[in-house]
């Protein structure tokens, strides 16, 4: 009597499972922008071809395959918004003065020349002190000028 020992094929799926790692990565990461897309679309791309293997019976994980698809998704939409984020508020800080860089083509930017203060916000020179931060004297007289 001839016995065949019928072993089950295993069905691995590489794809899907890769798409699930990246797709989960990608997801996390994906405010970077960068890592995003980087993770986001390979994540969408392995699970394709992991749900198609799945779909022709060659492998048994699909459902972990159209994870990879939609956390792939998740990281691409996820840099989408972070782009649209960027580009509607900027980079730098909002309360950025004139003459540091957030007023460019519109007559801003650095400058070589020197703007003085008002007199009133100048703070005195040592030399010539402001008249009522100077001390007393007969006569109105400059200091030089007191004898003694």
Known sequence: MDH???LPVRTGNGFGTAALIVGITGALLGVSIVFGILLGAP???F???GR???TRGEAANGGTALAGIVLGGVALLISALMIVLIAVNGLGPKDRGPGDGGD???GGGHS???QAAPPDLA???P???HPEARPAHPAGLPPTAVSA
């Open 127 to 129: 030399a010539s002190p």
């Open 123 to 125: 703070p005195p020179h």
């Open 4 to 6: 065949a020992l019928w």
């Open 112 to 114: 070589d020349t020197y």
């Open 52 to 54: 198609a293997r799945a």
């Open 104 to 106: 460019r083509g519109r």
């Open 47 to 49: 699970g394709a071809v």
């Open 43 to 45: 994540a969408v791309v």
